[in-house]
């Protein structure tokens, strides 16, 4: 860019200093453009290299989750889960148990010894991640986001309605 021609003009406006500055100046647009497309390509790299370590990242949990022994996911229940277990499950859950919540999501989740639901199990886990237990929440949380990522608006707007609702009411009829 060349700058022609400059005028400085001062004023004052209701005690405030006005300054208007007039340039004329050629810009070479040719000039513009590669610094912007310039400008681009560094951000792009540094979008792709965000981008990579964010999915090692993401790998990196999902091989933390693939194994329980040490603060991974807590394993899905048995498949055919008795009636009789599943009330347990179901009267620890309404009494607050972080962990039967929890695997309440995991049945929800796989459709064992309830129909599938991911609504319902991404509820189960928002009421699980909720509590102050470390583990059982960070878990739980974890389930959530992972599902939820894979749902509709409406399905996020009906879990929190549901979880709203699970805890006005103490858990009954959740």
């Known amino acids: 860019m060349q700058v022609k021609d400059s005028k400085e003009n001062f004023r004052f406006e209701n005690g405030h200093m006005t300054l208007m500055l007039t340039i004329k100046a050629d810009v070479d647009l040719e000039e513009v ?66 962990k039967a919540q929890s695997a309440i999501g995991f049945l929800y989740y796989d459709g064992n010894g309830v129909p599938q639901d991911f609504v319902r199990a991404v509820m189960w886990w928002s009421l699980a991640a909720a509590h102050p237990t470390d583990k059982v929440q960070n878990d739980a949380a974890y389930n ?31």
């Open 33 to 98: 453009h590669r610094h912007l497309a310039a400008g681009v390509r560094d951000d792009v790299a540094a979008q792709k290299d965000r981008m990579k370590r964010l999915e090692a990242q993401r790998e990196t949990m999902n091989r933390q989750q693939s194994g329980h022994s040490s603060g991974q996911a807590p394993a899905s229940p048995p498949i055919g889960i008795s009636a009789e277990d599943l009330q347990t499950l179901q009267t620890q859950a309404v009494q607050g148990n972080a």
């Open 144 to 174: 959530r986001d992972e599902v939820a990522r894979r749902m509709t608006p409406a399905q996020i707007a009906e879990v929190q309605q549901l979880v709203q609702q699970c805890q006005a009411q103490q858990f009954k009829g959740c």
